[in-house]
């Protein structure tokens, strides 16, 4: 799971995170997966994009690329965003890796334009790679919701990231079954 600070378990301790998590529903569905945590807290696109090859050192089978809330907090020009989750995207289907891509929204203050613009680039993206599975909102039924996530409000707390991870299921076995002698 190539990510940011959600990935990488901020405020959590590690059985608690995001991938812990997500390996825990995939095993209680009788899938035997490790979920490789690859996140970096604060990291943007540019910065997954920049340790992609760091991240694929433990040759993963399939990629969840979970990157861009950070250019939307920090208002990242949507092109530069795209651009660099293309390059990632393009680099892993070149090693044939079936990719998962978890879309992200933009916060509210930066506007209409803007919000509509960021989450347009990940909807684009999946367009443009139909064999790619596209989870369109990496925090669905979790964001703005004070009971799952952490005081900052914007890190999910564990309650949040097993819900995420409940969530994330159906698109996790549609993955998994991409996934070469799998």
Known sequence: MLGDSI????????????????????KAAGLAVTVIEAG?????????????????ADKPQAVVVALGG???????APAESYANLADILARLKARGLPVL???????????????RDFSETFRRLALENPGMVFY???????????????PDRIHPNPAG???VARRMLPALR?????VQGG
Request: charged share 20%; proline share 7%; glycine share 14%.
């Open 7 to 26: 990935t990488a378990g901020y405020g959590l301790a590690k059985p608690e995170a995001l991938p812990a998590q997500l390996e825990a529903v995939l």
């Open 40 to 56: 970096v807290s604060g990291d943007t696109t540019a910065g997954g994009k920049s340790r992609l090859e760091w991240a694929l």
């Open 70 to 76: 950070n250019d939307g907090l920090r208002g990242l």
């Open 101 to 115: 891509l978890a879309g992200m929204l933009a916060p509210p203050n930066l506007g209409a334009d803007y919000g």
């Open 136 to 150: 369109p909102f990496l925090l669905e039924g979790v964001a703005g919701d004070p009971a799952l996530n952490q």
């Open 161 to 163: 990231a097993r819900e």
């Open 174 to 178: 549609e993955l998994l079954s991409k």
